[in-house]
């Protein structure tokens, strides 16, 4: 039985890409005509090779370049809140297998197969960002194939980041069931941490850099820690519990460091935390001029590079903080640096990351090059999906 649904047709060689196991179809590969034209974005169409077979169901936005997301080449598939739970349920048994507890990153887009699609979980409570016009439109059988799946006690729709504006999108934040007040609290590898849902960034919590707290907290022992763009204690309170002598929490954002000191004192390290609201660069500059140094310096800025544009204003900022940073490195000591940059490839930040280490005047050795967490998944054919990229250095 075929599924009633609109059809959009490929060009001829249209489906080069996804005859490789590519999710993505780009508008010029698509026969764009009125009636394709016309369709409402975010709507599922079974999208048709220029031969008549049937290439699968995808989410259709005539207004992104990324035209189409496929969701399965079963093109009689109905996509519906059925469908959605079994992908759901696949996340969730694969996070149950990686994740002692249910904060994590349940959903990650094309690699867990809801395109553009992001649902992070904070035990009892699930944020879901439809960062598509295709997920947007499923919201709703989303939300109850979530409410079926995990009767969390709140629901909260969020997103205001580029791809919506990308996809047409605009910005969004509000509860689907249940309400929020004041910060969550989070499990992750043996500390406490709280999230603010409601006045928090992006989704309240940097999940991608669970493991890499603790592979940096492994060199604090006794240390002197500086934590750049700390935000709510993520890299601090697991070096502090790691037997930090000293850790210093330097975020612009003073609601953050709140939560990280209120985090450091549920982890009984309060004594041994510190914050400092300022601007990163500024206050490297001036603990330069004051000749401070750190045993343990951790630097996990947001993104430099917004957009391909200011791939090199946001490269030279890499170096930039690669310089500043390492010259408060006490001699022996270690260096971690991130970048959450999409357009920012891994063998690039390295580079800049060696540039500016160089330009400090110092010497040193990579001992980790790593990238997020498990629960945030690759689609194979999508490397530039792995987003975050993370370097861990001991320096001369
Ligand atoms: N390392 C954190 C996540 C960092 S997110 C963790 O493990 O959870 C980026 C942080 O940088 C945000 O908290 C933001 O407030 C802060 N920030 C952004 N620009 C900044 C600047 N110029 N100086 C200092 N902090 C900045």
Same mark, same amino acid.
């Given at each position: ?84 739970q079994r992908r759901l349920e696949r996340a969730l048994k694969l996070r149950e297998r990686l994740i002692g507890a249910p904060y994590y990153r349940l959903v990650h887009a094309e690699a867990d197969g809801i395109p553009g699609c992001i649902i992070d979980r904070f035990g009892d409570v699930v944020v879901v960002e439809p960062n598509t016009a295709g997920a947007d439109a499923l919201i709703e059988p989303l939300v109850a194939a979530l409410d079926r799946l995990l009767k969390p006690r709140a629901i909260v729709v969020s997103g205001d980041g580029p791809a919506r504006t990308l996809e047409g999108l605009a910005p969004v934040h509000r ?25 928090? #960034? ?51 954002? #003073? ?99 060696? /540039? ?8 040193? /050795? ?27 250095? #001991?320096?001369?």
């Open positions: 039985m075929s599924i009633e649904r609109a059809r959009v047709k490929l060009q001829p060689g249209g489906d080069k890409r996804a005859m490789l196991g590519h999710p993505w179809i780009f508008s010029n590969e698509l026969v764009m005509d009125g009636a394709a034209k016309s369709l409402l974005p975010g709507q599922i169409v079974t999208l048709v090779r220029a031969d008549g077979r049937p290439l699968g169901a995808a989410f259709f936005n005539a207004h992104s370049l990324i035209a189409a997301r496929l969701l399965t080449r079963d093109a009689d598939r109905p996509i519906d809140e059925v469908f959605l509860m689907a069931k249940g309400t929020l007040h004041g910060a969550l609290e989070i499990a992750e590898h043996g500390a406490r941490f709280l999230a603010d849902l409601a006045e928090g #960034q992006k989704t309240g919590w940097f999940f991608d850099q669970r493991d890499n707290r603790v592979l940096a907290a492994r060199f604090a022992q006794d240390a002197d820690v500086l934590d750049l763009y700390s935000y709510s204690g993520g890299f601090g309170v697991q070096a502090a519990r790691h037997g930090a002598k000293s850790v210093l929490s330097v975020d612009r954002s #003073q609601p953050a460091l709140d939560l990280a000191r209120r985090a450091a004192t549920l982890n009984a390290v309060g004594e041994r935390l510190a914050t400092e609201a300022a601007e990163a660069f500024e206050f490297l500059e001036s603990a330069g001029g004051e000749h401070r140094t750190f045993d343990v310096v951790l630097a996990d800025p947001p993104a430099f590079v917004k957009s391909k544009k200011d791939f090199h204003q946001g490269a030279r900022a890499y170096r930039k903080l690669a310089r500043l940073a390492a010259s408060r490195v006490r001699s022996g000591g270690f260096l971690f640096l991130a970048s959450c940059s999409y357009n920012m490839p891994a063998e690039e930040f390295r580079a800049q990351v060696a /540039r500016g280490l160089h330009e400090a005047g110092r010497s040193g /050795r990579i001992l980790y090059a790593t990238g997020a967490a498990p629960d945030h998944p690759v689609h194979p054919m999508l490397p530039e999906s792995a987003y975050l990229k993370a370097l861990l250095l #001991q320096v001369d």
